[in-house]
Antibody
Framework: QVTLRESGPALVKPTQTLTLTCTFS??????????VSWIRQPPGKALEWLAR???????YYSASLKTRLTISKDTSKNQVVLTMTNMDPVDTATYYC?????????????WGQGTMVTVSS | QSVLTQPPSVSAAPGQKVTISCSGS????????VSWYQHLPGAAPKLLIY???KRPSGIPDRFSGSKSGTSATLGITGLQTGDEADYYC???????????FGTGTKVSVL
């Protein structure tokens, strides 16, 4: 069974750096065709794709957030970490990590439950 | 601002059918597979359709997908109150080299 779980601070101050960890099980990021993405949803707004890291270390970032995002993986721990610098109240959102795989043509197929992050002083 | 456009809302009576459109361009829908997601309140989004028209295991055949040119459509037949949710299309965009979601559509069962 594939599961993903997000963890990180529920509250961050403006200008701080957010670090979120995705811990997963049921698959390995060292397996060809596996990827982990981060997606967020501000309250009352649509889903927004943020970043993806692939089994072969390829990284992809949202064009509008590219300068603020870094995604990395620790295959031995089954974890993917997303850092977002210079947080702003508009970054308040539920952040999801999710798997994408070759078997679904890289559609996001399994999602974590999400973690709510509020940016406020 | 999403590059994939969906209607803000659709509605129908229980048992009826709704369709949700997703309009894109040649850099995304026109040359890539489309997926669809259901987002129930308070839950994680769920993959309903991938590769334009394939359903993951466990997704009932009341849900169907299709694609033509630079547009895609999700259909839901036999509408149930449990289908009330937000629905999103998604696909890769070759120009932006990112995955993009649609603007989202709220389905209401009258």
């Amino acid at each position: 069974q594939v599961t993903l779980r997000e963890s990180g601070p529920a509250l961050v101050k403006p200008t701080q750096t957010l670090t979120l960890t995705c811990t997963f099980s049921g698959f390995s990021l060292s397996t060809s065709g596996m990827c982990v993405s981060w997606i967020r949803q501000p309250p009352g707004k649509a889903l927004e794709w943020l970043a993806r890291i692939d089994w072969d270390d390829d990284e992809y970032y949202s064009a509008s957030l590219k300068t603020r995002l870094t995604i990395s993986k620790d295959t031995s721990k089954n974890q993917v970490v997303l850092t977002m610098t210079n947080m702003d109240p508009v970054d308040t959102a539920t952040y999801y990590c999710a798997r994408a795989s070759y078997s679904s043509s890289y559609a996001v197929d399994i999602w974590g439950q999400g973690t709510m992050v509020t940016v406020s002083s | 601002q999403s590059v994939l456009t969906q209607p803000p809302s659709v509605s129908a009576a229980p048992g009826q059918k709704v369709t949700i459109s997703c309009s894109g361009s040649s850099s995304n829908i026109g040359n890539n597979y489309v997926s669809w997601y259901q987002h129930l309140p308070g839950a994680a989004p769920k993959l309903l359709i991938y590769d334009n028209n394939k359903r993951p295991s466990g997704i009932p055949d009341r849900f169907s997908g299709s694609k033509s040119g630079t547009s895609a459509t999700l259909g839901i037949t036999g509408l149930q109150t449990g289908d009330e949710a937000d629905y999103y299309c998604g696909t890769w965009d070759n120009s932006l080299s990112i995955f993009v979601f649609g603007t989202g559509t709220k389905v209401s069962v009258l």
